[in-house]
């Protein structure tokens, strides 16, 4: 019987069903819609077979030998490949290497290892991070639902995709919940590896549940809970500031008195000099009823007094008053793209002001108080220091970004002994605000060999420290290293250098660099990185050519898979094959892909970041305006 909803299918051969019907189990429970031939098969076989990959948004293949020889197997997952179905590799046999048709099929994808039931629920938080919410069912609301807040999906553990419970934070500061880290580290583990960078920590006795607990994240966790309660009716609070009491409807919380108030005891915050510098948290209440599938506004994020009790947005104070501003920075920091953070901003802010240029007012302003106050070592300092740069970095302000990795040298250098690791990661960083300038602008017409310059001496530095470290944590960084110093080195070759460069020896570096660096990564299972490095690549073959051209759509198949359809290196493959039909002359189709990044970038930058304003620009040539008209006239 043929089933015409969204679905995860499971292909696979008979010698693994049984782990596969537990994976099956596994994930109905998480809410997935799966589809598997037990469940659902009936009337004409290869009618039902086809209609499950086309309804499937990913295929699971149960990689073996068997697998490989069924002819079942290799007409369900290569009917999915030509669909362009996302597939993923489930090894099931250890010691087969794939080959004849399998071989091809799964190129560079990475897979995971379910040799066994304990090897499944080693990797099964992994895949759920990997599916993310693709054929996940809708859960039913219980009363009216609150609109997630940017902040929102910070108070998510990634590994259980649900709300935090019992938050313990690792040396890297990503958070988990205490049971899921018993669950990758039982008792008696003595090294942990952090599921989203990768870096390894010693267990703290062998005891997962001694690394410290979150206690800001716990609070918020449970202030949204209240969020929800109050603005959807779920749960009645009395006023616990005023006489007026119980016959008052709770519209805030005071964080400072730690109370619940009424619109009378937020006149009274609002009125009284000792009370007016507390922070307020305003509740947004669903005063309407209606039988449209609208969502409350949020409630504001934890912000200086409100200056009205009606509900406008208040505005953010960019003097740094208390160390909530870290913390919040800390659990929407993240090293390669910080979005929840920038949500935060963009919703304090508004998407189409300049929240960027507010952000980074605001945590100069905080770095100045840190420094002042004396409260922190230097170590702390430099750490927080090159955390902000890389968001600078991120959100396209690349001078300031610059000069804090320049102030940070600089204290490494006088104060802390130069030390080894830091500085490979502060010359990288400098490469890497380096290497986004060269790609804001466009080299066939901008060129600029001193930004070049820069960024190799920067990158060189980096890799000379790194060749003598060990470690996955520091290969992993290698092969970043690797990989832009590659990319730089093209540019120069493309800028003509100093004229002291010899062309073709300097592509060659550049090929070893970038093939060094995509084997680190394959080993490191870093599927993303894959794809960054598979672009550089790319961008060394002649410009326009097939070869070119298969890379780039090699990227961005691995790019779909470790990121979704909507990352920041979506954005720059989506670039990178327009500039490819544009050398080839063939405008129409240029044009299609340089306005899918467009809206990538609007989505992931805001419209004031240096991409989407490069992307604008294009868009405004007179051939792609024309092109624009076509496109309205044919709709």
């Known amino acids: 019987m043929a089933d015409d909803s969204k679905h995860i299918m499971i292909s696979y051969q008979w010698d693994s069903q049984k782990t596969m019907l537990k994976l099956r189990d596994k994930l109905r429970k998480r809410g997935y819609n799966v589809w598997m031939d037990v469940d659902k098969m009936g009337g004409d076989i290869l009618s039902c077979m086809a209609k499950a990959v086309e309804n499937a948004e990913v295929l699971l293949i149960c990689v073996s030998e068997k697998y490989q020889m069924s002819e079942s197997c290799k007409a369900e997952a290569q009917y999915a490949f030509k669909k ?201 209440m669903n005063t309407e009823d209606t039988d449209e599938e609208e969502d409350v506004q949020p409630a504001k994020a934890s912000a200086p007094a409100a200056k009205t009790i009606e509900k406008e947005k208040p505005e953010l104070e960019l003097k740094a008053q208390t160390q909530n501003w870290w913390e919040i920075f800390s659990a929407l920091y ?47 300092l430099a750490e927080r220091q090159q955390q902000v740069a890389r968001v600078f970095k991120q959100a396209g302000q690349y001078d300031k970004a610059l000069e804090l990795v320049e102030k940070t040298l600089e204290l490494e250098k006088k104060e802390l002994g130069e030390r080894q690791e830091n500085m490979a990661d502060l010359y990288y960083l400098a490469a890497d605000i380096y290497r986004e300038i060269v790609n804001s602008l466009d080299l066939r017409t901008h060129r600029d060999p001193g930004l070049l310059q820069k960024q190799i001496k920067y990158a060189r530095s980096s890799l000379k420290l790194r060749k003598t470290m060990k470690g996955d944590d520091n290969k992993f960084q290698l092969a970043q290293t690797l990989r832009i110093l590659s990319g730089a080195l093209k540019d120069w070759v493309s800028c003509g250098g100093d004229g002291k460069v010899n062309a073709r020896i300097t592509r060659i570096e550049a090929l070893q660099l970038v093939d060094e660096a995509i084997e680190i990564f394959i080993k490191l299972n870093a599927k993303g990185n894959i794809a960054k490095a598979i672009k550089t690549k790319a961008n060394l073959e002649e410009k326009g050519s097939e070869a070119q051209e298969k890379l780039h759509r090699q990227a961005l198949n691995l790019c779909k898979e470790a990121y979704g359809d909507c990352s920041v290196l979506s954005g720059r493959l989506h670039w990178n094959m327009y500039v490819l039909y544009e050398d080839r002359e063939e405008y129409h189709e240029a044009y299609k892909w340089l306005v899918k990044s467009r809206d990538i970038y609007q989505k992931v930058y805001g419209q004031h970041h240096p991409q989407t304003k490069q992307v604008y620009d294009k868009l405004q040539r007179d051939i792609y305006m024309d092109i624009s008209k076509e496109v309205e006239a044919a709709k």
Not at 95 to 115: A, I, R, T
Not at 334 to 360: C, P, R
Request: hydrophobic share 35%.
């Open 84 to 284: 362009g179905k996302l597939i993923v590799p489930l090894m099931f046999q250890s010691d087969f290497e794939p080959s004849d048709w399998l071989g091809p099929l799964m190129g560079l994808k990475l897979y995971y290892n379910v040799h066994d039931e304990e090897k499944l629920e080693k990797v099964f938080p992994d895949l759920v991070r990997e599916l993310g919410d693709k054929a996940r069912k809708a859960q039913e609301e219980k009363w009216t639902p609150v609109k997630r807040s940017a902040g929102s999906k910070a108070l998510q553990c990634s590994i259980c995709i649900s709300r935090f419970k019992n938050p313990k934070t690792l040396p890297c500061l990503h958070s988990f919940c205490k049971d899921c880290l018993l669950r990758l580290a039982p008792k008696g583990t003595k090294e942990l590896s952090c599921p989203l960078c990768r870096k390894s920590f010693p267990v703290p006795d062998g005891d997962a549940t001694q690394f410290p607990t979150n206690f800001h994240l716990k609070e918020l966790v449970e202030e949204e809970a209240t969020q929800q309660q109050v603005a959807g009716g779920g749960a009645e609070f009395s006023c616990t500031c005023c006489d007026m009491g119980k016959q008052s409807r709770v519209m805030a919380k005071c964080q400072d008195c730690k109370l619940y108030i009424c619109g009378t005891g937020l006149e009274a915050h609002q009125k009284f000099p000792g009370l007016k510098e507390h922070d307020i948290l305003i509740f947004e």
């Open 334 to 380: 993240d090293d390669e793209h910080s979005i929840n953070l920038f949500k935060y901003w963009m919703q304090q802010q508004g998407t189409e002001s300049n929240w960027q240029e507010a952000m980074v007012n605001h945590y100069l302003a905080c770095l100045v108080d840190l420094e002042d106050s004396g409260l922190i070592g230097e170590e702390l």
